[in-house]
């Protein structure tokens, strides 16, 4: 028998982060930012994605520091644990069987298109583990439990919520309920303002990344006003006045990464930040975007230090999310489990 677990007309956004390390202005900017305005209207699952991190060596002193901090820093940054749910992944156990189940639905080719599982294994593809390469089966389970439609992300993550729409596709056509209806929606990603993809302040072609080797390439949220400071000073640039259009900076990829910075934390677009520095230097600009840096990270770096004096009020604030997460997620799975044939 299934239950009336379809929310067709119901908007539900999902997104995830990996405790991986200290966040950077990547993540602030091309996700946590846009969850922290989007959660005002649509209502909103948050979670700290802790199985993802696995698909890679992880120390488990560090993880479980990082689940912590990660957690932290997404209240600290705006996240309202009363309107959103804000939880640990492992701790809601659907999630790894949906996985397993659309492991049985998703087609090794379309996880051998996969740009991500490419980049990250590198050469040495043939240590890198099943559960990297499955990466982005779990994500669509972390999508499609909860029915989500809108999914919050930077532009890295385009192609991953493209897969979880087919396996959704793939599922809808392979299991009919009895009004044949389809089961699922496809989810939509939602890749917006104008840093979707911060880029390396060393390097204005490599995504900005918490696995970069120098800490001199990102910004961390946890970086005190010197640091964040001394980093954008230092921060590959040109010796060119800074041009009147936006065309002008596509062969200038560290200028542009820097206007976009700035466009983003000041939530206009990019065109309104040419408007007031066209014809200035780097001298000028980047005093300019340090300040409004630091305007706009301190206070979250502040918030997160009181946040993390006290770990086991994050605990009972992941307890009560795990609780309303798998509220959600139990029916929805129980669902999917009778319509194929299990009996549940
Ligand atoms: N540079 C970025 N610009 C814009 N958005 C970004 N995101 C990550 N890097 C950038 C977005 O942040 C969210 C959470 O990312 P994640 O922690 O799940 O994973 P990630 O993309 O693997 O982050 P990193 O920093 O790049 O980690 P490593 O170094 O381990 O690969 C996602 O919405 C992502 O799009």
């Avoid at 996985?99 to 593809?125: P, S």
């Avoid at 909860?146 to 809808?172: C, M, W």
Wanted: net charge positive; hydrophobic share 40%.
């Amino acid at each position: 028998m299934i239950n009336e677990t379809k929310q067709n007309n119901q908007k539900r956004i999902f997104s995830g982060i990996q405790p991986t390390g200290n966040l950077h202005l990547g993540n602030y900017l091309g996700a946590i930012k846009n969850w922290v305005n989007l959660q005002k209207e649509i209502p909103s699952i948050f979670s700290i994605v802790d199985l993802h991190a696995i698909t890679v060596p992880q120390d488990p002193v560090k993880l479980k520091a990082s689940t912590y901090e990660v957690t932290a820093a997404i209240i600290a940054a705006g996240i309202d644990i009363n309107r959103s749910i804000l939880f640990n992944q492992s701790s809601v156990k659907e999630h790894a069987e949906l996985a397993w189940i659309f492991n049985c639905v998703c087609r090794i080719g379309w996880l051998n298109r996969m740009t991500q599982f490419k980049e990250k294994a590198g050469k040495n593809r043939e240590k890198a583990t099943v559960g990297l390469y499955g990466y982005p089966v779990l994500m669509a389970a972390d999508i499609l439990l909860y029915k989500a439609t809108h999914v919050p992300v930077g532009d890295d993550q385009k192609q991953h919520i493209e897969l979880a729409r087919d396996i959704a596709s793939a599922f809808n056509s392979m299991f009919k309920n009895q009004s044949e209806e389809d089961f699922f929606c496809l989810p939509e990603p939602q890749i917006l303002g104008p840093a979707t993809r911060v880029m390396s302040l060393r390097d204005g072609k490599k995504k900005m990344s918490k696995s970069d080797i120098s800490d001199a390439s990102r910004i961390n949220l946890t970086d005190t006003k010197e640091q964040i400071s001394n980093k954008i000073k230092k921060a590959k640039t040109d010796p060119l006045p800074l041009p009147e259009t936006v065309n002008e900076l596509q062969s200038r990829p560290e200028a542009l990464n820097l206007l976009n910075i700035y466009s983003a934390l000041s939530s206009q677009p990019i065109t309104k930040t040419l408007e007031q520095f066209t014809g200035k230097g780097f001298s000028y600009f980047k005093p300019m975007l340090v300040e409004l840096a630091v305007e706009t990270l301190s206070p979250i770096s502040s918030e997160m230090r009181v946040l993390l004096k006290d770990t086991k009020e994050i605990d009972k604030i992941l307890k009560i999310g795990e609780e309303k997460a798998r509220n959600i997620a139990q029916p929805i799975l129980k669902d999917v489990k009778s319509l194929l044939g299990f009996i549940n």
